[in-house]
């Protein structure tokens, strides 16, 4: 049997999209899992580890970050 590929979800913020939380305002509802702030400033690259969707952070590091 052929294995069902998993597409990965990767969505660029921004520094307008502070403070990350997956999931956003543009989830659909059918998709909802709790609300969990994650740190993509420091680290770049982050996964949410409820759905696996990934962040990748664009542009300058915020002042105060």
Do not use: S
């Not at 660029?12 to 400033?41: G, I, Q």
């Amino acid at each position: 049997m052929a294995e069902a590929l998993k597409k990965e979800t990767v969505v660029e913020v921004t520094e307008k999209d502070l403070p990350l939380h997956c999931p956003t305002p543009d989830t659909p509802v059918w998709n909802y899992h709790p609300r969990v702030f994650l740190d993509v400033v420091d680290l770049g690259t982050v996964r949410c580890p409820y759905c696996g969707t990934i962040y990748q952070y664009k542009g300058e590091r915020p002042a105060g970050h």
